[in-house]
């Protein structure tokens, strides 16, 4: 039996809503994959395209969960912000030849455990599917 | 006193930093009173035995990015006899212009250039190896184009495309003080450290949210207000300062398009640009409009971000290269 190829997920999950819906799946005992590493933030807004790139350069794919448009952003508008920048960020991933499906926004609120858990079953589907991401750089000093 | 010993190599250049030295007029006479030219192809000699064949070279400027072999072949040489290495232009320093090669794989690059472009006639794309014709040699062409400045420690850096004047002035007093006085820099960049907004005096609102974003030609441009805050794409936040007392291209009514690279405090000028710009767009009124229609609004008014904010520094982006994805 050959291995089956297992995803590194990076997770930026902003702490009112993505994170709490993490935790909510971790103390529902709601089951997904070892796949992530979740990262968190104060808000989705807050997160630079920089990090995400720097992010998906030692993962397979980078998913970005934040609160539900339109309204329950506890900066207002800091959900749209990160809307608008992976938007953009995808047209830049496609001419790169990366493809965009590698970077995911979702929207899951501090109840919704069950949703995270499905968000995190599905990515890894995904990206295995698209196999390992391999980053080729230039050779760099220091 | 002895004349300082000066060399000029190329990597892959346009043959714009080579004039950006001739506008400094009779200024350039100081340089040949001053220096001995060992190596510069353009102006002595360029051939790469002549090259191998200097030693003890004072000030060795390095013009372009590097894409094959014999390009890096000439920038470790001169780093290896070089007293004080310059990286003279953006390619030089950031890969610059020719860095954008690098969205394309070098068999499609090949392929455009020789056989499907409308200008050319297909008759066959000629082989990334090295070939050899008799004496000759075509070096093989890389993967990529990197930035020289990943590849050996520069003490100088000229950033700019080309760089202005008044930086071919300071590089040649500073010839002249190395020769008097031997000082040699460290890590030294012929720039400012802030932004090109901070010496644009054009009138710049506290808050910018653009509802479209246009084109030079297609927007009634107000010469003395900010290009941003009119919807047009300028760089300026994002790129160093240093190619004028007011920035070159701002003050002539052109945006500024990034070319002195990122400043000191940006990881990636593009990727730094991206984020900001994508939160302009209808700032401040995003639920006005569906998901659906900001979504058109980023796509359709965004269409090639790396020609737009990777024009100069993509090789030193921390996404750099195509990559090969289904
Ligand atoms: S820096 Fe600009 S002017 Fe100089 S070689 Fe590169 S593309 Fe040409
Ligand atoms: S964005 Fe451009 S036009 Fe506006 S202040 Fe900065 S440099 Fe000037
Ligand atoms: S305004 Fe910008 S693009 Fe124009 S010369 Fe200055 S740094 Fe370069």
Redesign the interface.
């Known amino acids: 039996m050959t291995m089956t190829f297992e995803p590194k997920i990076t997770a930026f999950l902003c702490k009112w809503c993505g994170y709490a819906g993490a935790d909510m799946a971790g103390t529902s005992r709601i089951k997904y994959p070892p796949t992530v590493t979740p990262v968190r933030f104060p808000c989705t807004g807050r997160i630079d395209l920089s990090h995400i790139l720097e992010a998906l350069r030692e993962s397979d794919g980078v998913l970005i969960a934040g609160c539900h448009t339109p309204n329950d952003c506890h900066y207002i508008r800091g959900n749209y912000q990160a809307f608008k920048r992976i938007t953009v960020l995808k047209t830049f991933l496609k001419q790169m030849g990366i493809n965009p499906k590698r970077v995911r926004l979702d929207w899951i609120s501090a109840s919704e455990g069950r949703k995270f858990a499905e968000t995190i079953h599905d990515f890894t589907y995904e990206l295995r599917d698209l196999g390992p991401f391999v980053m080729e750089q230039n050779e760099v000093i220091q | 006193m002895k004349k300082a010993k000066f060399a000029v190599g190329y990597g892959s250049i346009c043959g714009g930093c080579d004039v950006a030295f001739t506008d400094v007029g009779t200024k350039l006479a100081d340089l040949a009173e001053i220096a001995e030219i060992v190596y510069w192809p353009a102006v002595v000699d360029g051939k790469i035995e002549r090259l191998e064949e200097v030693s003890n070279i004072d000030v060795g400027v390095y013009f372009g990015a590097v894409r094959t072999d014999e390009h890096e072949t000439v920038l470790r040489l001169l780093e290896e006899k070089s007293a004080i290495l310059v990286a003279f232009g953006t390619c030089s320093c950031y890969g610059g212009i020719p860095g954008l090669g690098n969205?394309e794989t070098s068999e499609s690059l090949l392929a455009t250039a020789y056989s499907n472009a409308p200008n050319t006639r297909a008759e066959g794309v000629p082989s990334l190896e090295e070939i050899t014709i008799e004496e000759l040699k075509m070096p093989k062409l890389r993967d990529?184009t990197?930035?020289p400045a990943?590849?050996?420690?520069f003490d100088v850096f000229v950033p700019g495309c080309p760089p202005p004047v008044q930086s071919v002035i300071d590089l040649i007093d500073f010839v002249k003080d190395y020769r008097e006085n031997g000082n040699v820099p460290d890590a030294f960049f012929l720039a400012k450290e802030g932004t090109v907004c901070e010496y644009c005096e054009r009138e710049k609102p506290d808050k910018i949210s653009i509802e479209k974003v246009m084109r030079v030609h297609e927007s009634d441009l107000d010469e003395d207000e900010c290009f941003l805050s009119q919807g047009v794409l300028c760089l300026g936040p994002v790129t160093r300062a240093g190619c004028g007392e007011e920035p070159r291209c701002t003050s002539k009514n052109m945006p500024c398009r990034g070319c002195f690279g990122p400043t000191p405090k940006i990881?990636?000028q593009g990727?730094?640009f991206?984020?900001s710009?994508?939160?302009s767009?209808?700032l401040?009124k995003?639920?006005q409009i569906s998901?659906e229609e900001?979504?058109r609004l980023?796509?359709e008014g965004?269409?090639?971000?790396?020609g737009l904010f990777y024009r100069f520094a993509l090789?030193v982006a921390?996404?750099?290269?195509?990559?090969?994805?289904?």
């Open positions: 969205v990529y990197s930035s990943d590849l050996v420690e990881r990636d990727t730094k991206l984020s710009i994508a939160s767009i209808m401040g995003e639920k998901e900001l979504m980023l796509t965004i269409i090639d971000p790396v090789p921390i996404i750099n290269r195509k990559h090969q994805e289904k």
